[in-house]
């Protein structure tokens, strides 16, 4: 009888202790550039991104500017340059109940209902940095909390949803 042992039978030769052959090592290499890329690409995970054309913006540009334009408005108290940031018609909770705004002076009408204080100051904290800006396939969330949501309306960016708190 042969004392052959077979490679994975000889001590210090398990499979646990040989190192990786080498197409294993250049397949998971390539896996892993693979699920790299995968990230890196896959829109609607919520992450800050500089490329919103998954939810139809073209031009990156346009973000932080409407950000800026709904605060300093916000800021100043001037209601009808918020309503002008609004797309039509616009479902809203006022007093616990849905109510349908259907243009700029229905918005106006119930401002101080909709935006409320602590509505504002979201608004008002809302970070223009890229990697601080929040977008799914929901669109852009404005605020800390999701109470405020733009999307493309046309050519520009709109109020789609503004959430109770």
């Not at 039978?9 to 080498?22: C, D, H, V, W």
């Not at 039509?88 to 204080?117: C, N, R, S, W």
Request: charged residues 25%; proline residues 6%; aromatic residues 4%.
């Amino acid at each position: 009888m042969r004392n052959e042992l077979t490679e994975s039978a000889r001590p210090g030769t398990s499979p646990a202790n040989r190192p990786p052959r080498r197409g294993a090592m250049l397949r998971l290499l390539a896996l892993g550039a693979a699920m790299a890329v995968c990230l890196a690409v896959t829109p609607g995970l919520g992450l800050a991104q500089e490329d919103y054309s998954f939810i139809g913006i073209d031009d990156a540009k346009q973000v932080p500017l409407f950000i800026t334009r709904l605060q300093k408005a916000v800021a100043d108290g001037d209601k009808q340059a918020v309503a002008k940031l609004v797309s039509y018609p616009l479902m809203v909770v006022i007093a616990g109940k849905d109510v349908e705004l259907d243009g700029e002076a229905a918005f106006v009408k119930h401002y101080d209902q909709i935006m409320t204080e602590a509505l504002k100051k979201s608004v008002l904290g809302q970070s223009l940095k890229p990697e601080d800006v929040f977008v799914n396939k929901q669109g852009v969330m404005v605020g800390d909390s999701g109470q405020i949501w733009v999307l493309p309306d046309g050519d520009a960016l709109r109020i789609s949803e503004i959430r109770e708190p």
